[in-house]
């Protein structure tokens, strides 16, 4: 209401602002058609004045007596006067008053019509206080937000807005919350899978070395939770183990009903290993190196022969790719041990030479993963 009294104030100002000067302007040709009648009766008034003393002839004063008389009375009957020079005044007014009178009549016709008047006002604050199942997803986003910006310690609120984070692409932001979540209400293997996920979603899909850590944190409090299960076997699969991910994604299918979504992602993971392993050939096989078996067994072995068992299989390992480069799990598999074994510059080697020898999108996903150990790539 407040809207349509403001509307009908501003368009009276402006209708009036328009018909005032053209009342005004008809003021002035009455005005005007005065002062010429003054001006001819004074003219005629000075030519008898001339006659009498004889300034002028008789002849010659009769004819422009004449000619100030014809004048006067044609102004009087109207025929010579301002408004016939520019106009009928009568007419022009009215032109000018419908012209004025129709913008605002057919623009509030219009807004009646195609408009909304009587819409009340939704302020956002008013939106957000509505009941939940009434609004949008991105609604009831900002109003939690605008929950925990009040209320920031409030683990429930950050432990709800996480997930939906994360079906929103909004990666950073999950992460952020799921922190929130673990720090107020404490671990959980939901809490730690979900921060595993958003940290490998950060990554572009590159689980890494974090979000390992995460993910395994969430199979020791659950063992048989699902997330954690499939990203650890994809980790394994970016780290060249891929019989070992195609293992695992078919150990977790076969504890699932068949119903269950993870069921389905899993065994879609093992059609696509078998496609790979298929498709490759003996010398495009991921380059081995050294496993987690291998380090296990190395831990038994004397400082300076564990070392040397290690560094043996990595320089096979970098050998193997010098000749088969475009092996984007085996640069990655690389890159990870020479990080271990301590050797910074190798490590950084390793990388420059597997992004020139990768494709703009593997070459970006290693990129990825050397940042999450401290390496950055080099021209």
Excluded: C
């Excluded at 956002?124 to 900002?142: C, G, M, T, Y």
């Excluded at 929130?180 to 940290?199: F, K, M, N, V, Y």
């Excluded at 048989?224 to 699969?237: G, T």
């Excluded at 899993?266 to 380059?287: C, F, G, T, Y």
């Amino acid at each position: 209401m407040l809207f349509l009294i403001v509307a009908a104030l501003l368009t009276v100002g402006a209708s009036l602002a328009v018909l005032l000067p053209l009342t005004k302007q008809v003021s002035r040709v009455a005005t005007a058609d005065a002062h010429d009648i003054e001006v001819y009766r004074d003219q005629l008034q000075e030519l008898e004045r001339d006659a009498g003393r004889g300034l002028i002839a008789p002849a010659e004063a009769v004819e422009a007596r004449t000619e100030i008389a014809r004048r006067l009375l044609r102004i009087s009957a109207g025929g010579d006067t301002q408004a016939d020079r520019h106009g009928s005044p009568l007419a022009a007014r009215a032109v000018g008053v419908a012209a004025v009178l129709a913008v605002p009549l057919v623009s509030w016709g219009l807004y009646a019509t195609l408009g909304s008047p009587t819409l009340p006002d939704a302020p956002l604050s008013a939106r957000l206080a509505e009941n939940p199942k009434d609004q949008s997803i991105d609604e009831l986003v900002a109003r939690a937000e605008a929950h925990l910006a009040g209320n920031p310690e409030d683990g429930r609120g950050w432990d709800v807005l996480a997930p939906i984070y994360a079906r929103m692409q909004r990666q950073q932001d999950a992460v952020a919350a799921y922190r929130h979540a673990i720090r107020l209400l404490g671990d959980s293997a939901e809490r730690q899978a979900g921060l595993g996920e958003a940290l490998a979603g950060m990554a572009a899909g590159l689980v890494t070395a974090e979000a390992s850590a995460a993910l395994r944190r969430a199979i020791e409090l659950d063992p048989a939770n699902s997330k954690a299960r499939f990203f650890l076997a994809v980790a394994m699969a970016q780290d060249g183990r891929l019989a070992e991910a195609k293992a695992a994604w078919q150990a977790m299918a076969a504890a699932l009903p068949e119903n269950d979504a993870w069921r389905g992602a899993a065994e879609n993971a093992v059609a696509e290993a078998d496609r790979r392993l298929a498709a490759a050939s003996p010398a495009q096989q991921p380059a081995p190196g050294p496993t987690q078996q291998d380090i296990d067994a190395a831990a038994e072995l004397s400082s300076q022969d564990r070392t040397a068992m290690i560094e043996t299989m990595v320089a096979g390992l970098d050998a193997r790719l010098r000749e088969n480069p475009q092996d984007e799990e085996g640069w990655a598999r690389l890159i990870r041990s020479y990080v271990v074994l301590g050797k910074s510059d190798e490590a950084g080697d390793a990388l420059k030479r597997g992004v020139a020898a990768l494709d703009g999108a593997a070459a970006a996903r290693l990129t990825t993963l050397a940042a999450s150990l401290g390496l950055v790539a080099t021209e």
